[in-house]
């Protein structure tokens, strides 16, 4: 109890000091919060995609429906192939203006002329795809194939650079948190020399005299990590109807609030021991 | 006890402190460290409670080697001596009380037997009534009946009072050696240096003397003047 006072009573006596120490900690932890919302989305997103076994494939403007019909009935009788859905010009325009019908200008200008019939094709297993898409390609009647291991692959090759930087980007903020930390509780220390000298000469343990010290540090990375979390938790679900829109069809949200709970309660372990080895090494030098 | 075998301190800078001293002071005495200052009285105190060590000798405090002892045992020593410095060594940023506290704290006495104690030691030493001051609110002659209740609080086998009269008036100073005679007689160690040569032929005291980091004479005295009522 009286250790906590303590605490509390070196934290009010230099706020400026412990403002900086709570500030660069939320950043560090702002970080983690949107790397981790990062990870968790790009791992939910990708395994959408690799759940679904899929190849588009696009007709050429001139192909003829009996070409396409002759086509759809080869790849029926074809074992791996799970299913084939013809998607006709009509078709197309109706999925169009179903997705775009807030925006009527994009509808004035868009007519089924213009869109492309296709077949959507799954398979049985992943590893037939690549199959079905060799075939396509080579076919005259079709225009492109869109194959979902592109999607996957790009989606991928793009979220793991995404999470490079931004796991460089939080060990970077962890030293600069750790250096802050070092420099507010040394300097506390520096001035607490005296008061150190007298508590070890009327026979107070280096651990005694530590606890302070480490429970300061311990209580900043709590603020810091705290306030980076609720700020990203904050932004996240703001930005919610914007991303649902964004990611069409990828089951990302609603996020569970027990992920939310989880994370806090992680970051609320992680700032402890950044806090605590930051305030355990501004000691160390003092109480050799 | 306290046994001091062919103790010598070295500083690095060269300054010979201590040489060769042999002392030895049984438990419940009173001793008077006296000497000019440099002559190394606070040197003996410092090798006592491990602030030091010594260059050569053997130290022994109680059934302790002090030179000996490793270092997460520092702290048991230091709680059986209580000192009171020259310079005092109060927290300014703390309450009377809670500069007696603080050795209490430090060994972790439950909070009510403290307060107890702290009450206790606040009315023997008498500044009871200045337990919520804060040092910088006190005289000269109450701060240093803070810092032998401070030495007080945890019952400690041995004082060591390092001039503990320096800055005060004379009927001051009086009250403090009184204080720590009364300390003496309830059975604790007491020894105090000085260079007031009235309370040493005041009192009727072993006398060790010190020049120039050497043991010079142990004797008991003998009253030549009226001892001061103690």
Not at chain 1, 23 to 51: C, D, P, Q, R
Not at chain 2, 139 to 155: D, K, M, N, T
């Amino acid at each position: 109890m009286k250790t906590l006072k303590t605490v509390w009573h070196n934290i009010r006596r230099s706020p400026y000091q412990a403002l900086a120490a709570i500030m660069v900690m939320m950043l560090t932890f702002l970080a983690v919060s949107f790397l981790t919302f990062l990870i968790f989305g790009s791992a939910k997103a990708i395994s959408y995609f690799e759940s679904k076994p899929q190849v588009t494939a696009f007709f050429r403007n001139d192909t003829k429906q009996s070409d396409i019909n002759e086509l759809e009935t080869k790849l029926r009788d074809t074992e791996s192939i799970a299913s084939v859905k013809f998607v006709s010009k009509e078709d197309a325009l109706k999925i169009y203006q179903e997705q775009n019908k807030n925006d009527p200008l994009l509808l004035d200008l868009v007519t089924a002329d213009i869109l492309p019939a296709s077949l959507e094709i799954s398979t049985v297993k992943i590893s037939d795809l690549e199959n079905v898409y060799q075939t396509l390609k080579s076919s005259p009647l079709i225009q492109e194939v869109i194959f979902q291991k592109d999607v996957v692959s790009t989606l991928t090759s793009w979220t793991s650079a995404l999470r490079r930087v931004g796991l460089v980007l939080v060990i970077v903020l962890s030293l600069v948190s750790i250096f802050i930390i070092v420099t507010v509780v040394g300097v506390k220390v520096s001035q607490k020399k005296e008061d150190i000298e007298i508590m070890r000469l009327i026979g107070a343990t280096n651990w005694y005299i530590r606890w302070p010290f480490i429970l300061e540090g311990i209580f900043y990375g709590f603020i810091g990590a705290f306030l980076g979390w609720a700020v990203a938790t904050v932004a996240l679900l703001y930005s919610v109807p914007f991303l649902s829109s964004f990611l069409k069809g990828i089951p990302i949200f609603p996020v569970p609030l027990l992920f939310f709970a989880e994370l806090l309660l992680a970051e609320f372990i992680l700032a402890g021991i950044l806090g605590a080895f930051s305030s355990f090494l501004a000691v160390l030098r003092y109480l050799k | 006890m306290i046994k001091l075998d062919k103790v010598s301190k070295k500083f690095g800078t060269g300054t010979l402190a201590l040489s060769s001293i042999d002392l030895t002071i049984e438990n419940g005495e009173f001793v008077f460290l006296v000497g000019p200052s440099g002559s190394g009285k606070t040197t003996i105190f410092r090798l006592i409670t491990r602030e030091l060590l010594p260059t050569e000798g053997t130290i022994i405090v109680n059934d302790w080697d002090v030179a000996k002892l490793p270092k997460h045992k520092i702290p048991h020593l230091r709680k059986r001596i209580g000192v009171v410095f020259q310079d005092l060594k109060l927290l300014l940023d703390r309450t009377i009380f809670e500069n007696i506290a603080l050795p209490m704290e430090i060994a972790g006495v439950n909070i009510l037997e403290a307060k107890n104690r702290i009450e206790e030691v606040l009315e023997q030493v008498g500044i009871a009534e200045h337990k919520e001051k804060f040092p910088i609110q006190l005289s000269g002659g109450e701060l240093q009946r803070v810092a032998i209740a401070r030495a007080l609080a945890l019952s400690p086998d041995i004082i060591l009072a390092d001039e503990p009269t320096g800055n005060l008036d004379t009927n001051t100073s009086w009250e403090i050696v009184k204080l720590l005679s009364l300390i003496n007689q309830k059975g604790t160690t007491v020894i105090m240096a000085t260079h007031n040569a009235e309370f040493i032929n005041g009192l009727a005291k072993r006398v060790v003397s010190l020049d120039k980091g050497r043991l010079i004479s142990d004797e008991k005295k003998k009253k030549k003047t009226k001892e001061k009522n103690l």
